[in-house]
T-cell receptor, first 110, second 109 residues
Framework: DAMVIQNPRYQVTQFGKPVTLSCSQT?????MYWYQQKSSQAPKLLFH???????NEADTPDNFQSRRPNTSFCFLDIRSPGLGDAAMYLC?????????FGPGTRLTVT | RKEVEQDPGPFNVPEGATVAFNCTYS??????FFWYRQDCRKEPKLLMS???SGNEDGRFTAQLNRASQYISLLIRDSKLSDSATYLC??????????FGAGTRLTVKP
């Protein structure tokens, strides 16, 4: 019954080694979001897709990229992870403005 | 000034207490407002949308004051299971979403 699925739930990567996080949805929502959340902080929007239209937040580092090959899937690519990129990464979908979050991927950078 | 500001708390209240959280937002053109609940190390979950006329869902009441640019959440008859972080979310434009840092609530027996 999972509606927004994120894989993997936990990811460990080495400093500078590219990593890809994935998100899939069964809700057929047209908007998908990626957030970064660090401990005791608010989720910070990185970017979102409205259908295939990509919207990047002005302060999202170039190190973060995203792909949405179809309605169901969205990927977050971190090209050269730094120690400061260790965080929970949350994917969300919406139709209208109410968001449905996946369980998140906790990224550790060693 | 942050786009969305909340009192971080923590709020420690006994069971049965009434507790209120406030949230202010900076963009007067914002259209949609929400309260989410986030349990420790879990994803945020929608608690309720906030409508101009105010809305109630059981023990939870949300209100919006556009003139003062703030949103409130009132929890009556607090339960132990209400312990969580409550996040205020504002939609300033298009599909952008801005989260407050959250207010942490602990309900004690």
């Amino acid at each position: 019954d999972a509606m927004v699925i994120q894989n993997p739930r936990y990811q460990v990567t080495q400093f500078g080694k590219p990593v890809t996080l994935s998100c899939s949805q069964t809700l057929n929502h047209n908007v998908m979001y990626w957030y970064q959340q660090k401990s005791s902080q608010a989720p910070k929007l990185l970017f979102h897709y409205y259908d295939k239209d990509f919207n990047n937040e002005a302060d999202t580092p170039d190190n973060f990229q995203s792909r949405r090959p179809n309605t169901s899937f969205c990927f977050l690519d971190i090209r050269s992870p730094g120690l400061g990129d260790a965080a929970m990464y949350l994917c969300a979908t919406s139709i209208g403005y109410e968001q449905y979050f996946g369980p998140g991927t906790r990224l550790t950078v060693t | 000034r942050k786009e969305v500001e909340q009192d971080p708390g923590p709020f420690n209240v006994p069971e049965g207490a009434t507790v209120a959280f406030n949230c202010t937002y900076s963009n007067s053109a914002s259209q949609s407002f929400f309260w989410y609940r986030q349990d420790c190390r879990k994803e945020p979950k929608l608690l309720m949308s906030v409508y101009s006329s105010g809305n109630e869902d059981g023990r939870f009441t949300a209100q919006l004051n556009r003139a003062s640019q703030y949103i409130s959440l009132l929890i009556r008859d607090s339960k132990l299971s209400d312990s969580a972080t409550y996040l205020c979310v504002v939609n300033p434009v298009g599909n952008d979403m801005r989260f407050g840092a959250g207010t942490r609530l602990t309900v004690k027996p």
